[in-house]
């Protein structure tokens, strides 16, 4: 597999990683082909081509401004909210393209939850934050059960025995650590097979960060994680993958040992050894 | 009043002039001025025009008030003398050392401060207008009476020794009408004002919401005047058509058409307000809520709304408060018969009806029916006041909570 | 995790959708109707007061000589003397004495109509009198009968007779009200805008004057009426009825309005300007004067336009002091009684003479035009000199 020349125009690009890992492939769980992003006249994404493997730990990393988050808010189409956006390329969720004129957004987004940069609970209680969605999509009716699902989501995100007492006091009220858990038990409430963590800890003190890390490697077992990170500390801790970004194209793809220890390329080497970004 | 500025004016340049000489001069022998000459020269024509300001003012408040002053000549050079004096103090202590500079900042920081004061003095001169007139009325009237009487009949007075055994000042029909009308304006208003800042802000394509937000505040620069005579031209009248459809007899001067109305001039405050607030809405949130599968409809519902409640509240009082002291639609649309009803298509007055009926007639000022102006003004500036320091405060917490 | 995903539309979502569908669609509406009174508004109101700007007109002999002047009744024909405005005959004499020439001649004249003829004739009353209705088909008939532009609505003061009522006396009332409201409320607008916003410190105090500002800005008007009734009139005794009075209490009005938009004019000049004008050593003011000032000008002048645009309009705090009674000449100075737009407008508004309907529809269309070249004016200033920073 080549990668793609940073300067040239080689028509092959990176797609599955690299990688010295496994010798068992593992199932490809969404596939971006070509993948390119307009913002009006500026182009954030230029073609990129990546394969996310399933119940594994995905982690985008790469200077500011390099397009990784951009491509992370295509696997939802959050990008549709942005006003004068023009996306191009192909990206499969269990092997049907999620820009296909028959996808309907609202349904793909309850299968591929997402964790913000900042918490953001709603304004409500913290049982509401997660009924919120089970609620409206219609998954669960009875008040019996909707408690059920509350206390399991809380129990995964690691969280249950911190809220049990109080789950009526606002999301808000909660520390931050706290509320970034409260939105991964949200995101997992509806039962997602993936979730998209956009820098989930970057808002949190270190003692949090290591709460929602294991949280992270708890959950790769039941979820396909695809994280964004500007900590390469992190993407080292969690991640199986690692994909390196930038200035919108993906340099280098492997599993983050190799990536870490033997980068292939001048420029992730300059990167992870702290040149530059 | 002329000739005062106009005179002023040259003294002041003259002394600005000295003033400034006096420090270039002093820089010339090699002192080190504190300040720029220039400011010597404003120091100088300030603590000069200050004094004949000052005592024009004086004069010019005591002839207002029918105090003795003496003629204006007069007045005149006891301004100069005034002028003569202070600059001439002034020009005596400009020196290296004065800190010119210093003062001028002082001067300024103070005459702000002043200005700053006016808007005090307005709510004061509104309460203390209010108050006096209102005691005098409640002399005569019991409060109880007041608050409590069902039967607003006051006799007309045109001489204060005239007898006024039979007039009845009970004012709850006239707060029954006020709520009536503002309560159809609400219903009007809060609904379209709401909902449209919602499409404005969550659904509208940017090119409609450049062309809506302004057309939407034509409604507002609408004077009420101008409202008043849509109501009684054309809405009342098309209220009592529409009535007569449904076999309803309705007034030519019923409180539907001046609500309705109002409620259209209320929708744009309602509006503009809701679609800041709703703006101030952090991003993060509706991410939030998309991500899991919303679609925009129940964002707007479950979390946007919500989250916007306490300032949409805080907007809807605004609305209120200026439903329940507008004037002239109700003075042009609305009857004069104080009227304890139910049915909007009965006429009705309202409190602000009464205040400029009360105030335009040709009764002594003194007569019971003039102060029973003041005593309604009193109450309508109690409860619009609560209304709005109610909504300011809401605004400014919500402005912090999502800052 | 292995069963296969549709993306497809749920039943679920189809009914989530139709929610949706009908959410959108009250937002809309409420848009849409909101748009729709104004359309009725303005559409109304031209309907009522377009005629008004034209009037029906006489084309007639007119006899000036000794004895019209003292009985004008006799200067022209029998017939058309009862078709013809009241006014005119008034003015005969003022007219011979402005131009002396005219005595003794006889001069084809175009005449303002009386404003029953014209209403009449702009299908307005469906009544005339059935001799005046001859002799008007009659003129009819031979051309003698016109329409014109209706000067006096512009130029003549106000009067009992509807075909010779105008605005005149209100515009030059309105000017004054003007010039007072922007002589006293822009500088101390200004000035506490300044100092609330670059001066004050964050205290008590401070905060207090800020809330009682934002209340003023929401008292009734009519209130500041019985302010300026209280305090102007019988207080100081300012003359009643005069622009200086409707001014002085229109400008407390409109100051909460100018301190507003300036301070947001000034919030938006940004805090590296004054740092960078006081780190080379200018004081607080010079800072002020000489660098926020100027950039943040566009903005305040935008405000002070709109608080006038405000006042020009009001009308309920005119009515408690007086200033509604009958003024059919131009005010010369500050103190005289005089009258304004929509004081003119009131009036107009509770004459019983079906002319006096279009007289006010036509007064409205006059005065909102005013407000929006002002409104117009504000929104060209800040477009243009608007900065992004």
């Known amino acids: ?277 | 009043m002329l000739v005062f500025f106009g005179g002023l004016l040259p003294l002041a340049t003259v002394a600005y002039v000295m003033g400034r000489r006096k420090a270039l001069v002093a820089d010339a022998r090699g002192d080190r001025l504190h300040s720029l000459p220039g400011q010597y020269g404003v120091y100088v024509a300030t603590w000069m025009a200050l004094p004949a300001i000052a005592i024009g003012v004086v004069a010019a408040g005591a002839a207002l008030l029918g105090v003795q002053v003496p003629a204006a000549p007069f007045v005149l050079i006891f301004a100069l003398v005034g002028a003569a004096v202070g600059g001439a103090m002034a020009l005596r202590r400009v020196e290296p050392g004065l800190r010119a500079r210093n003062a001028i900042e002082k001067f300024v920081y103070w005459t702000l401060f002043t200005a700053s004061l006016v808007s005090i003095l307005t709510t004061l001169g509104i309460i203390l207008s209010i108050v006096f007139e209102a005691l005098k009325f409640f002399n005569q009237v019991s409060v109880w009476h007041f608050i409590t009487g069902t039967n607003w009949s006051p006799v007309a007075q045109f001489r204060p020794d005239q007898q006024t055994a039979e007039s009845q000042f009970g004012s709850v029909p006239l707060f029954a009408g006020t709520f009536m009308i503002s309560a159809i304006a609400m219903l009007v208003a809060i609904p379209i004002g709401v909902l449209s800042a919602v499409y404005m802000s969550e659904y509208a394509p940017y090119r409609v919401r450049t062309i809506a937000k302004p057309l939407l505040e034509i409604l507002a620069g609408i004077p009420t005047v101008v409202y008043g005579f849509f109501a009684a031209i054309t809405v009342s009248p098309l209220v009592v058509d529409v009535a007569a459809l449904f076999g309803l007899n309705a007034s030519y001067t019923n409180a539907l058409a001046p609500g309705l109305v109002m409620g259209i001039m209320i929708i744009p405050f309602i509006s503009s307000l809701s679609d800041d607030v709703i703006n101030s809405i952090p991003n993060s949130l509706r991410e939030g809520a998309y991500a899991l599968g919303s679609t925009r409809s129940e964002t707007i519902k479950n979390i946007v709304l919500p989250a916007a409640f306490p300032g949409i509240m805080a907007a809807s009082l605004l609305g209120v408060s200026r439903a329940l002291g507008e004037t002239m639609i109700v003075v042009m649309a609305a009857g004069l018969r104080p009227n304890l009803t139910w049915n909007p298509l009965e006429d009705m007055t309202t409190v602000t009806v009464r205040i400029v009926d009360g105030l335009t007639g040709d009764q002594a000022f003194d007569s019971p029916e003039t102060l029973a102006a003041f005593a309604l003004g009193l109450v309508l500036f109690v409860v619009t006041l609560t209304l709005n320091l109610v909504s300011i405060i809401v605004i400014r917490k919500f402005r912090q909570s999502y800052e | 995790m292995t069963d296969r995903i549709s993306l497809t539309p749920s039943r679920h979502l189809k009914k989530r959708y139709r929610a949706e569908k009908r959410f959108k669609a009250c937002c809309i509406g409420a848009l849409v109707l909101a748009m729709a009174f104004l359309v009725l508004f303005f559409t109304d109101m031209i309907r009522q007061g377009y005629s008004a700007f034209y009037e029906t007109q006489i084309r007639a002999e007119v006899t000036y000589n000794e004895d019209t002047v003292e009985f004008a009744m006799d200067s022209v024909s029998e017939e058309v003397f009862p078709l013809v405005s009241r006014a005119f005959f008034r003015g005969v004499p003022r007219q011979v004495e402005n131009n002396p020439d005219l005595m003794d001649t006889t001069q084809t004249q175009w005449l303002t109509a009386k404003a029953d003829v014209d209403q009449y004739l702009k299908g307005h009353s469906e009544s005339l009198d059935p001799e005046m209705k001859a002799s008007l088909e009659q003129l009819q008939a031979d051309g003698d009968v016109g329409y014109g532009f209706n000067t006096g609505l512009f130029f003549s003061g106000d009067s009992k007779i509807p075909s010779n009522a105008g605005l005149w006396s209100a515009f030059v009332g309105t000017f004054y009200l003007m010039l007072v409201v922007l002589a006293i409320s822009f500088p101390i607008g200004v000035a506490t805008a300044i100092y609330l916003e670059e001066f004050a410190p964050d205290n008590r105090f401070t905060q207090a004057i800020e809330i009682n500002i934002n209340n003023l800005a929401a008292v009734p008007s009519i209130l500041f009426g019985l302010l300026g009734l209280a305090i102007f009139i019988n207080f100081f005794g300012v003359p009643r009825s005069s622009a200086l009075a409707g001014g002085l209490t229109l400008s407390l009005m409109t100051l909460p309005v100018i301190i507003i938009s300036t301070r947001a004019a000034l919030k938006a000049v940004p805090q590296n300007i004054r740092q960078g004008a006081q780190a080379v050593g200018a004081s607080r003011w010079q800072a002020v004067r000489d660098h926020v000032l100027p950039l943040a000008l566009p903005g305040i002048l935008t405000g002070t336009i709109i608080g006038i645009a405000q006042a020009i309009g009001e009308t309920a705090p005119l009515l408690l002091i007086g200033m509604i009674a009958y003024i059919p000449d131009a005010p010369g100075n500050l103190t005289d009684a005089a009258t304004v737009l929509p004081a003119q407008i009131f009036t107009w508004a509770g004459m019983p003479e079906r002319a006096y309907v279009s007289l006010t529809a036509a007064g409205i269309l006059v005065l909102l035009s005013l407000l929006i070249v002002l409104n117009a004016t504000a929104v060209i200033l800040r477009n243009r000199f608007e900065r992004r920073w």
């Open chain 1, 1 to 277: 597999m080549r990668t793609r020349d940073l300067t040239g125009d080689t028509a092959e690009v990176v797609r599955t990683p690299t990688t010295e890992r496994s010798p068992v492939r593992q199932a490809t769980k969404m596939q971006v082909n070509d993948l390119a992003v307009w913002y009006g006249e500026t182009q954030a994404l230029h073609g990129v081509s990546m394969d996310v493997l399933e119940n594994e730990v995905t982690a985008l990393i790469g200077p500011s401004g390099c397009g990784k988050s951009t491509f992370l808010r295509c696997l939802n189409r959050m990008n549709d909210l942005i006003q004068d956006v023009r996306i191009e390329g192909e990206v499969t969720f269990d092997g049907d393209n999620i820009y296909a004129p028959h996808v309907d957004v609202v349904e793909l987004r309850a299968h591929i939850g997402m964790v913000f940069q900042k918490p953001n609970p709603f304004p409500k209680s913290i049982y509401e934050n997660i009924a919120y969605a089970p609620k409206i999509l219609g998954q669960v009716r009875k008040r019996t059960d909707m408690d059920e699902l509350v206390e399991h989501s809380l129990k995964r995100a690691g969280l249950w025995d911190e809220v049990k007492d109080r789950l009526q006091a606002p999301g808000l009220t909660l520390s931050g650590g706290q509320q970034q858990r409260l939105c991964i038990a949200r995101a997992i409430a509806v039962n997602p097979s993936v979730l998209l963590m956009d820098e989930p800890c970057s808002a949190l003190d270190p003692v949090a960060t290591a709460t929602v890390e294991q949280l992270i490697d708890e959950l790769k077992d039941n979820y396909t994680i695809v994280i964004v990170t500007h900590n390469l500390q992190q993407a080292a801790r969690v991640a199986g993958y690692t994909a390196f970004f930038h200035l919108g194209e993906i340099v280098e793809f492997s599993d983050t040992d190799s990536l870490f220890t033997h980068p292939r390329e001048k420029k992730t080497e300059d990167y992870i050894t702290g040149r530059y970004g």
